[in-house]
T-cell receptor, first 114, second 116 residues
Framework: AQSVTQPDIHITVSEGASLELRCNYS??????LFWYVQSPGQGLQLLLK??????LVQGIKGFEAEFKRSQSSFNLRKPSVHWSDAAEYFC????????????FGAGTRLFVKA | NAGVMQNPRHLVRRRGQEARLRCSPM?????VYWYRQLPEEGLKFMVY????????ESGMPKERFSAEFPKEGPSILRIQQVVRGDSAAYFC??????????????FGPGTRLTVL
């Protein structure tokens, strides 16, 4: 079955510290992978996406993610977190053969402490 | 280029009433998706529509829920006889006609439905 797992419900990091949010997926074919961020009461904003090619992808706001096929993972990283990064982060997977159904993880809520 | 627009942003209904949620996709986008987000949960796919066609409604509850995307005008998600369990944020997303690059979707700000 297709699924996305974000093992951490919430994470707290200090401002300026590095961040890694975990994402594992189960998918029958080579997927398209996404990370979205959602601020409270807002919609989702795309941070980055992986379709093919270089497995390390750069996104907006200083985020990057690495696709590891052998581990079925697509972890999100940021070297230095800012207080404004506090939000909920969703990993998602979609088909690369056309189609439409994007499957979302349950999300990881990031708290940033001063 | 305006993004995906949803209205209303907040909707309050009493049990048994109808809720109508509207979504205008981005200019040039012909595919619309509806998702539901329950409190403290991720987004769950509900339905995928193209103009005048429902392509996949496998995530829609079998009763009380319907969706349309007419030739003219916005996409509508309709919930009849709402119950408290329908309280959630409903997000619409749109994407351009498929061009071999998967289905990157652009999300609207959502409609937060509260059923009293």
């Amino acid at each position: 079955a297709q699924s996305v797992t974000q093992p951490d419900i919430h994470i707290t990091v200090s401002e300026g510290a590095s961040l890694e949010l975990r994402c594992n997926y189960s998918y029958g074919a080579t997927p398209y992978l996404f990370w979205y961020v959602q601020s409270p009461g807002q919609g989702l904003q795309l941070l980055l996406k992986y379709f093919s090619g270089d497995t390390l992808v750069q996104g907006i706001k200083g985020f990057e993610a690495e696709f590891k096929r052998s581990q079925s993972s697509f972890n999100l990283r940021k070297p230095s977190v800012h207080w404004s990064d506090a939000a909920e982060y969703f990993c998602a997977v979609g088909p690369n053969t056309g189609g439409f159904k994007t499957i979302f993880g349950a999300g990881t809520r990031l708290f940033v402490k001063a | 280029n305006a993004g995906v627009m949803q209205n209303p942003r907040h909707l309050v209904r009493r049990r048994g009433q109808e809720a109508r949620l509207r979504c205008s996709p981005m200019k040039g986008h012909s595919h619309v998706y509806w998702y539901r987000q329950l409190p403290e949960e991720g987004l769950k796919f509900m339905v995928y529509l193209q103009k005048e066609n429902i392509i996949d409604e496998s995530g829609m509850p079998k009763e009380r829920f319907s969706a349309e995307f007419p030739k003219e005008g916005p996409s509508i998600l309709r919930i009849q006889q709402v119950v408290r369990g329908d309280s959630a944020a409903y997000f619409c997303a749109s994407s351009p006609p498929s061009g071999g690059r998967g289905n990157e979707q652009f999300f609207g700000p959502g409609t937060r439905l509260t059923v009293l």
